[in-house]
């Protein structure tokens, strides 16, 4: 198993090169031409990254999307799967996520012990990813998916006392999520907490609109920056560039 993605992105972290993924959503992206268009258009856009997956997916076609994104674009596809089903060897990393800001035993280690001997026979670079919902509402659909709590946006001590734990636990990323679509994202203060305290790469994302949402959270510590909802409405990158 390599360890490509992850070692490139602690340079990126050392380096202070943000990085930004764009993500895609099987069951809300476009298929056929339009779908060759949207990737031909990511891969001439800053963006560094390809994250696919979703919390609930009811028709979309995952495997099919990630060959997609490997055939037409040179970035490296990353998967963010929302259950074991979305896994495929196809990806070249997988986010092999835990719940942490949450309390539902499935979710912090159920569906791992399920997912876990066809991953072990995967090619695949898997990393061990703290996932946190941080975000006071409306409600997300991962936080109802889910059936957890988010961690209140107040509250930088209780997101940096779970992302320590949870590096403590050897997991070696942090995923910073508002929830996709929320209203806000993530408060510059919990991002800059947690990238304060531990040293793992910080991925942040939710409800992030501009250039301006994303210097904010890069500025704050995060090391790689997802925008989901924004570009699936509009897709189209130029309100990601400066003012
Ligand atoms: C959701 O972090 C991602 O899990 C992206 O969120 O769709 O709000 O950009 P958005």
Do not use: C
């Not at 050392?14 to 258009?41: C, H, M, S």
């Not at 949450?102 to 898997?126: F, K, Q, S, W, Y």
């Not at 636990?169 to 919990?190: H, K, R």
């Amino acid at each position: 198993m390599n360890n490509n993605w992850l070692e490139n992105l602690k340079i990126s972290k050392r380096q202070n090169e943000k990085r930004f993924a764009v993500l895609l959503d099987p069951d809300k992206i476009p298929t056929g031409e339009e779908l060759y268009k949207w990737l031909n258009e990511i891969e001439q856009s800053r963006a560094t990254d390809i994250l696919i997956g979703g919390s609930h997916l009811s028709k979309g076609n995952t495997e099919e999307l990630v060959k997609n994104a490997k055939k037409q674009t040179s970035l490296p596809v990353v998967l963010f799967p929302g259950s074991p089903e979305q896994v495929t060897e196809h990806a070249d990393v997988l986010l092999f996520l835990s719940l942490v800001s949450g309390r539902n035993a499935d979710l912090l280690i159920g569906r791992h012990v399920e997912a876990a001997p066809l991953i072990m026979v995967m090619d695949i670079e898997t990393i061990a990813t703290a996932y946190l919902l941080v975000g006071d509402g409306p409600l997300t659909t991962a936080a109802y998916i889910t059936q957890t709590l988010p961690i209140p946006s107040a509250k930088p001590e209780l997101a940096v006392a779970t992302a320590s734990a949870a590096v403590l636990l050897g997991m070696q990323a942090i995923y910073l999520d508002a929830g996709s679509g929320a209203a806000n994202s993530i408060p510059t203060e919990v991002v800059s907490a947690v990238s304060n305290a531990v040293d793992v790469p910080i991925i942040v994302g939710g409800g992030i609109q501009d250039f301006e949402g994303m210097e904010r959270v890069w500025a704050a510590g995060a090391d790689l920056v997802v925008l989901g909802t924004v570009l699936e409405k509009v897709r189209d990158f130029s309100q990601l560039t400066p003012s």
